[in-house]
Nanobody
Framework: QVQLVESGGGLVQAGGSLRLSCAASGRSFSVSTMAWFRQAPGKEREFVGTIRWSGGDPYYADSVKGRFTISRDNAKNTVYLQMNSLKPEDTAVYCC???????????????WGQGTQVTVSS
């Protein structure tokens, strides 16, 4: 099993920044890809971006490209989501996910964190 714990959410004004963290524990060595998803009230879960522990460039959804940055700290088994130039439409519960294989659909991921709320006020 792999446990994922997110932190760093909160309330921020439009144009502001937040950094989310996702700490992996347990059999974290068994997963190669970490991803961030978000879900706003009344909407389906939306892919935000993904990164591999082994390296390579992160991959982002068009809606966040140029504003969000995913990074990793392998020594800490932690993945980060730096969110800049936040907009009210970024308001959602942000979850990290992990699996052996990646992708942009939630069904590709076996392990999920509990999520952290991000609220962007206008």
């Amino acid at each position: 099993q792999v446990q994922l714990v997110e932190s760093g959410g909160g309330l921020v004004q439009a144009g502001g920044s937040l950094r989310l963290s996702c700490a992996a524990s347990g059999r974290s060595f068994s997963v190669s890809t970490m991803a961030w998803f978000r879900q706003a009230p009344g909407k389906e879960r939306e892919f935000v971006g993904t990164i591999r522990w082994s390296g390579g460039d992160p991959y982002y959804a068009d809606s966040v490209k140029g504003r969000f940055t995913i990074s990793r700290d392998n020594a800490k088994n932690t993945v980060y989501l730096q969110m800049n130039s936040l907009k009210p439409e970024d308001t959602a519960v942000y979850c990290c996910a992990a699996n052996v294989f990646g992708g942009t659909t939630p069904n590709n991921y076996r392990y999920w964190g509990q999520g952290t709320q991000v609220t962007v006020s206008s």
